[in-house]
């Protein structure tokens, strides 16, 4: 049985990496109690708290911490009619908060993860993992069997092309969880007793071409890179399907890093997912998806960006088109989602104007 | 520091899975001792020991083994002219030892590979974990990020299309090394010292579209499925290269396993690899590959094989055809290569006889 870290104040104080550099953004209904678990970790940095739900309801932060909090009404109010692309009632609307942020990196955790431990009982620090894995490159291009070769103790392994070893800037850093694994409710339902207990000591680059289904618990990424494409969707509150918000922005995301030429990273760190999700609420939400990603896959195998898509905000309008074009069949469900990821991308734009423009209108939210 | 296992005398008999389903292959040039620690683990199983180098030399066998020896007045005696596709004084002969097995499943291993101890200080049976991982199927169409999902404990993650969790047939199972890493000669220079000492506790699917470094050191396949591709190239003896073996047959397995839908895994099982090659040899057996993988890999990453290539013979004939259109060019080596790999075919084919005729010309090396 693995169990979490319950001790985490005695976990050495680390120079906390890129403290400036990157908000914390977390999605809640509830008190974050969870937080103090994470105290030594996390309050160096600025949180970004995205309310879900009733915005009538106070939401408790533990003191010390540094943060910023928006509810429903908070994100009408700064997006007015473009709002409709933000969930309500889903995690989905985490994706908000990367929105707002004005740092180079989004580091975001769900409210039920605690501190894992490593096969030495020490408490992971999975910040500072995700930061390592995000600040140093990824090979897409060919396969290292000794994993990253850029961890300490690890290299490239003979046959290695040399003109690889440079690699490619990485976006995203996929972390993983112990105790509760991320299945569909399905699996949940045939294994309720099942927990990962398994500590895989590695991280890897997921090959160029490859798709994989990215969850949105332990994630960290850069805006600069590849923000605009971590649109989370349509979930929740008035749509068909939930719990396909992280899915669909990592399909979204890894098609236009391969086509843009960067890395997605999976693998450590671990943090400790304490409970599983009601499996029955989550057949409901999922069961569309299930289906619909049979069809869903295959369009973004499929997929391919012209050369023209030398931005992420053009990568994502082409998508959006091509979902428009080819899912919109599927179901109607696509043709506004396809909308909603152009709202999307025009909110990102008005809130993070770039070059000489966002001089003039910089500071709007403040 | 890591350290092989000194006592495998004790490990726990286990029941030798497929013990008359596969044979164990090793080439060599010197006394089998490396055996004894491995006696618990193969003992049950057929060994195909081919000799490289000096035939009038004798290679001791430890007692208690069952097994068979060529060297390369055998060679030449079994495949009369063919024999020139065999590399002499190379490990690269071991690809005999495929040739005239006459069972399913080769597991192959180097003559200075020791038993490893996982993190718990047992001692790992490779060949056990091989044949696990052979006998459950490769998921090389979409990532699972749970690693293997037919192991115990693990599962397809939330996301993982229901349609590809049947998964395809395993053609190949790669292991990896602790203590020695398998580096390049320009890399062992430069990082003399460094000692793998990181288990990782992990199997994966290589996806589908993705090359990699396939070492031969600690390597099982399935012939039937594979066995064909599995030709190790002209190196050493009167060859410009040498150390490319494997890879050579690594890359044209992978595309060749890509088009057939086949899977190839990588991971575990660990092997102790006791002794460094010297680096200065290694970079003269090296340096033109080195330069050469440069070509030869944007090459095998755009190879693409006919729909009538639907048996490996036909996709490696094909490949060979390929090899010498567009490598022939880089340097004659390749032409030559190309050559000896319908050789390396004719010769398999002539040792494995199927369907009709094979009742006629079966048994005739006996």
């Known amino acids: 049985m693995v169990e979490p870290a319950t001790d985490t104040k005695t976990a050495t104080k680390v120079v906390p990496l890129l403290k400036d550099e990157l908000d914390i953004v977390i999605p809640t209904i509830r008190n974050l109690d969870f937080l103090e678990m994470w105290r030594p970790f996390f309050e160096p ?39 409709s692309c933000i969930s309500f009632k889903d995690s989905a609307c985490r994706c908000f908060g990367y929105m707002v942020s004005k ?9 039920d993860c605690f501190v894992a431990k490593d096969p030495s009982g020490k408490a992971i620090n999975a910040l500072e993992q995700h930061i390592k894995n995000i600040l140093s490159p990824s ?21 290695y092309p040399f003109s690889l070893r440079e ?15 991320d299945y569909d409710a399905p699996t949940q339902l045939v294994k309720p007793l099942e927990r990962n207990t398994r500590y895989v000591d590695a991280v890897l680059t997921i090959p160029k071409g490859t798709l994989f289904p990215m969850c949105g618990m332990n994630l960290c990424f850069d805006r600069d890179l590849i923000g605009p494409a971590m649109y989370f969707g349509l979930m929740g509150d008035g749509q068909p399907i939930g719990r396909y918000d992280d899915m669909w922005a990592g399909w979204c995301t890894k098609v236009i890093c391969d086509h843009l030429g960067l890395g997605v990273k999976t693998g450590l760190p671990y943090i400790y997912h304490s409970k599983a999700s009601n499996p029955f609420v989550n057949l409901k939400k999922e ?43 599927v179901d109607p469900y696509f043709d506004k989602l396809a909308d909603a990821m152009v709202t999307w991308i025009e909110a990102w734009d008005e809130l993070n104007p770039t070059g000489a423009s966002a001089k003039a209108t910089n500071g709007k939210l403040k």
């Open 103 to 111: 740092k180079k990196y989004i580091f975001t955790i769900d409210d």
């Open 139 to 159: 090979t897409p291009f060919f396969f290292n069997t000794l994993y990253d070769p850029y961890r300490d103790g690890a290299d490239f392994v003979r046959g």
């Open 45 to 83: 940095y600025h949180l970004i708290i995205v309310q879900d739900g009733d915005p009538s309801k106070t939401i408790k932060v533990p003191e010390g911490f540094d943060y910023e909090l928006y509810n429903r009404n908070d994100i009408n109010k700064i997006l007015g009619p473009k709002a």
């Open 167 to 181: 690699g490619v800037p990485t976006a995203v850093s996929h972390g993983l969880w112990l105790n509760i694994p």
């Open 287 to 329: 069961y569309k998806g299930i289906f619909w990603q049979e069809e869903i896959i295959p369009f973004f195998q499929a997929a391919t960006l012209s050369k023209d898509c030398t931005t992420v905000q053009k990568c994502y309008i082409e998508l959006s088109k091509q979902v428009k074009e080819k899912l919109g069949k």
